[in-house]
Each structure stands twice: as C-alpha cells, then as structure tokens.
C-alpha cells in the first residue's frame, strides 16, 4: 500500500472494483470476496450507493455499478488519448466483422480492456472497459511474448492458472505458443478463457516500435471458420497497422505480418484533417492526440466490407437475450 493511501478509501475502491467484476452480490456475498465484515461491508455499500456509484436492486438485494460509475467511466476513456484515437478504427472494425472489438493495454502483470465496440446482434460477446486478464491467457499473451525472456520467466513461474481445458498451464507448451505469437506476428486462441468463444489479436506499436497495445476481435466459436478467421485476422492487422501509423511507428517495408490491403492517408493528408499534439499516456508513453476537425469524411475503413447474404438479411438489433460475457 502506497505511504500515503487512505485506507478507507482504498476499501473503498476494493468494494467498487467488486460490484463492477461481479454484479448483482449482495452484502454476504461481496463480504465474503473482501474478507471483511458485513457491517463494514454494509456501511461502504451504503455510502457508495448515498453517493451514486452503487444501486441496489430492491428484488435481488444485489448492488450494480451507478450511473455516476457511468460517467467517471466515460469520463476516463475520453480522456485516455490511446483510447479516444483508436475509437473510430474499432468502430470501423465492429461494423466490417460484425464482432465485439476491444483495445487492450498492459497493467502489470495483467491487461486491460481500455476502449471497446459492440455489434447490434442478439448474440456478441460482451466485455466491460476495465476488466483485466492475466498475460497467459487468450489475446494478453501477446504481450508476454513480446517481453523480455526473465520478466516472462518471472511470470510463468509465478503460476498459470486454468480457466477452461484449452487453457496452457504446462510452461513448456506455453514457452512454445509464445515463440509462435512472435513468429506469426499476431495471436489467434480458442476457448483460453471461455471454451464456446474465439479471440483474433494484431499488435499496435508506438513511434520506438515497442507494443503499445493490442485490437482483438471476439465472436462465439460457431461462427468463426477457419476462412472467416483468416478474414477476421486480415482486418485486424489492418486496423492495427493504421492505429500504430497514428502513433508514429512506420513498418518495416517486408514484414508481411502488418502489410494492410487497405491505402493509408499520407501524413499531409493525416496532418490536414487532425491537429496532432505528444502527450504522455502511462504506460504508453509518447501518444500523439487527436483533435479532429468539423467533417462527415470517413477516415477510416477495411477493404471490402460488403457482407454475404446470410448477414446482409440479418436485422442486427439489441433484444432481451443475454449476451455472451468473457473476458480476453
């Protein structure tokens, strides 16, 4: 704990982040996944929820994340720059798969999902602004493939946990797909995390070449073919190559793993339509923000996004079904 952590409020910021990874607990519940007493449980929930940050359902007794969650919530993504950059791509890139997109950055030893966008389907995977997962697991392996060899040693040997039967737990076969990732120059997993779902991540790069972040498309496993992978995979490498050009890092010329089918603007063309400025991102580092002016152009799109009959016929609209939840 920090020297100069209060720690009330650090408990705080424990029973939010509870409430936010697991909706709908109620006192007991949420007592028993902190460790501490159910008055003091109470007397923070009740705070929290007096302040706007919790509801309480009156039926279940379970508590929710507030609509002022909400907006500290959006407040930080819009003033995230990576996050605000790379919105459009990931838009663009929800629209042509029709897939839940996210971007996700390194916290750690964990990563974090910072900017997301979700198809209007009845059936999508859903994913939270926030939620992390370990570097073992799914699309974060990128990130541990691209560390060091001792700090990637560290981590393995601190444990692998097992989240489904596909999960890699064995450190050897880990090491193994690791080398793979670095080879490949992108991670595709099967069911690491949730065993019915499909993970398909490109790497993003800052101006010194180093991994900044990752877009990773997400689909239900029964809809993702071996071709439609390779399609899904195409676009992502290529909203990828376009979100590192906007952070400054030129691609090497015959690397065919980030060659995008799609043009990119010039950078006069770039430099016309956005007023660009270096701030400081933690954990990124030098992140040029964006402020676009007053257009109806589209900036961005990939290749050809006309769909095939089966999802042109499809009327992609929000009902009352559930949503497949995972996290990647």
């Keep these: 704990m920090h020297a100069y952590s209060v720690a009330a409020v650090d408990y ?20 028993r996944r ?18 706007g940050l919790l509801v309480r359902d009156a039926a279940s007794k379970g508590y929710r994340l507030g609509f002022l969650a909400l907006t500290l919530g959006t407040s930080a993504q819009e003033q995230n720059d990576l996050a605000r950059l790379s919105g459009p791509l ?49 699309s974060s392996k990128m990130f541990l493939a691209d560390m060091p060899e001792e700090e990637a ?25 690791l080398a793979a990732i670095r080879a490949d120059g992108h991670c595709v997993s099967r069911g690491e995390m949730s065993v019915d779902l499909v993970s398909i991540t490109a790497p ?9 972040a990752t877009i990773n498309v997400a689909a239900p496993a029964a809809r993702v073919t071996d071709e439609r992978a ?31 089918n799609q043009s990119l603007p010039s950078p006069s063309t770039m430099f016309g339509l956005c007023v660009i400025r270096m701030v400081l ?11 676009r002016k007053a257009s109806t152009r589209r900036l961005f799109s990939f290749g050809d996004t006309t769909r095939p009959p089966s999802v042109r016929s499809t009327v992609f609209s929000i009902s009352a079904k559930p949503a497949m939840t995972a996290v990647w």
């Design 204 to 212: 993003v790069f800052d101006a010194r070449g180093r991994l900044s």
């Design 281 to 291: 991102v933690p954990g990124c580092g030098a992140v040029p923000s964006i402020r």
């Design 230 to 260: 390779t399609e899904i995979l195409r676009l992502a490498k290529d909203a990828a190559q376009q979100l590192s050009q906007l952070l400054g890092h030129v691609a090497p010329e015959a690397s065919p793993s980030f060659t995008s």
């Design 90 to 138: 990931i838009r663009a890139l929800t629209e042509a798969t029709q897939e839940t997109v996210q971007l996700r950055i390194r916290d750690g030893g964990e990563t974090v999902c910072i900017a997301k966008s979700e198809p209007k389907r009845d059936v999508r995977v859903n994913v939270m602004v926030g939620r992390k997962s370990p570097l073992h697991v799914g």
């Design 34 to 51: 902190l460790g501490g007493s159910k008055q003091r449980i109470f007397r923070m929930l009740r705070t929290l929820e007096g302040r």
């Design 153 to 177: 040693e560290r981590i393995i040997a601190a444990g692998l946990r097992r989240f489904t039967p596909n999960t890699i737990t064995d450190p050897d076969r880990l090491r193994a797909r």
């Design 12 to 31: 705080a910021v424990d029973v939010l982040l509870a409430v936010a990874e697991m909706p709908d607990q109620g006192v007991s519940e949420i007592a």
